[in-house]
């Protein structure tokens, strides 16, 4: 049995052709052939199957070990598919500091629907509970939240779910499978926006679910298929070659972020950090019971006075820009970027701020990324 690195070079065998390539190719094919009228065939129409995506969706099924995995055109065609497996009425739990575009999707698409949603600190177990209805049918949340990086354990809500019935959905984007991996922790359902670390190199939109039963993924296959949101060929085949480097780039972004918090912390400018690596925190506490690593992000909070927008685009290495998890690093300011789709009022009841920043490490020399950091903050002074 290979172990994980290998199984990130090395995907499933597809043995989809003789002529000893060692990768997949880009099929694109949007239809194939039947060699009868009744036949009974492997590949009919690319919406509903294509081999170089296939190739994608049984890897991400091996390295989280689940039964089978689903590849989306992004991320959160990704979480609409899943979603969709629920009916009129139904109720579910979800963090409360979710992605911004998740929000959107609730609060615009699915409530439409008459999904009903409750959004509550998933890190909290009792208010969890207290969440809880009749007619709940599952709960969601960020491994990781964002921007605020707080840690809700996956044990912990698995166990309230399965003692009440419901599905445990986990959205592991900021860990990958090589640093978390929900499915044996207790979810039955793990999705990512593969366009951050799984692809890595900020050149492709994609999404992908791994469910852990057979009864979960037909009802996932029939959404994906049936709504159409699918990875192209060639989409599919950039994830996959981002997936070979992801141990080797994960353990760059891991030693540079935590090279870039011990900076931090020495900096009077700032007045918070939001870090799950930082220990004597509830966090940590958490992660370092279920996680291989702390992740590759870290939020901070400048003090009150100081220009937080000054600060962001002072940056001449560290680019300003939404998105995460690839090679060169990147920060934004949450309030006006990634969660601007919440109100004001919404965004201070969870802890975002106009002084708060958001910095996705990349791999680059963490001494340049830290002098970058140093010349920003050297130029920023108290407003009168």
């Not at 989306?72 to 979710?98: C, E, K, N, R, Y």
């Not at 799984?198 to 029939?222: M, P, R, T």
Request: charged share 20%; proline share 3%.
């Amino acid at each position: 049995m290979s172990e994980f690195d290998t199984k990130l070079v090395h995907g499933k065998a597809q043995n989809d052709n003789n002529t000893g390539a060692v990768n997949v190719p880009i099929y694109n094919s949007s239809t194939y052939i039947f060699p009868k009228v009744d036949a009974k065939v492997r590949w009919d129409y690319a919406r509903s199957g294509n081999p170089t995506r296939n190739s994608l969706e049984d890897q991400v099924a091996e390295l989280e070990e689940g039964y089978q995995g689903f590849a989306f055109s992004s991320g959160l065609a990704a979480i609409h598919s899943v979603f969709s497996i629920f009916s009129p009425g139904d109720h579910i739990i979800i963090g409360d500091t979710v992605y911004g575009g998740t929000f959107r999707l609730i609060n615009q698409i699915f409530k439409k629907w008459h999904l009903d949603f409750t959004a509550v600190n998933t890190q909290d177990v009792t208010a969890v509970k207290n969440a809880l209805k009749e007619n709940t049918k599952a709960i969601y949340f960020e491994t990781f939240s964002n921007p605020l990086l707080r840690v809700t354990s996956v044990k912990k809500i698995s166990k309230i779910a399965k003692e009440n019935k419901l599905l445990t959905i986990v959205d592991n984007t900021f860990l990958t499978p090589y640093l978390q991996k929900p499915l044996k922790l207790g979810a039955d359902i793990v999705i990512h926006s593969a366009t951050k670390y799984l692809g890595g190199h900020s050149d492709v939109i994609a999404g992908v679910v791994v469910a852990k039963n057979k009864e979960l993924a037909e009802q996932i296959y029939f959404n994906q298929n049936g709504i159409g949101a699918v990875l192209s060929p060639e989409s599919s085949n950039l994830i996959r070659r981002g997936i070979q480097t992801l141990a080797v780039r994960m353990d760059r972004h891991l030693s540079n972020t935590e090279k870039i918090v011990e900076f931090l912390q020495s900096r009077q400018e700032i007045k918070r950090i939001y870090f799950p690596g930082l220990q004597e925190t509830k966090d940590y506490e958490i992660a370092s019971k279920e996680v291989e690593g702390f992740g590759g992000l870290v939020s901070f909070e400048l003090q009150d006075g100081l220009d937080a927008i000054k600060f962001v685009e002072s940056l001449t290495l560290i680019q300003l820009a939404v998105s995460l998890g690839a090679v060169e690093s990147l920060i934004e300011l949450p309030y006006k970027m990634t969660h601007a789709e919440l109100s004001r009022k919404e965004q201070e009841e969870i802890g975002i701020t106009p002084q708060l920043v958001r910095l996705a490490v990349g791999i680059e020399s963490p001494n340049d990324l830290i002098a970058d950091i140093q010349q920003g903050l050297d130029l920023l002074h108290y407003q009168s």
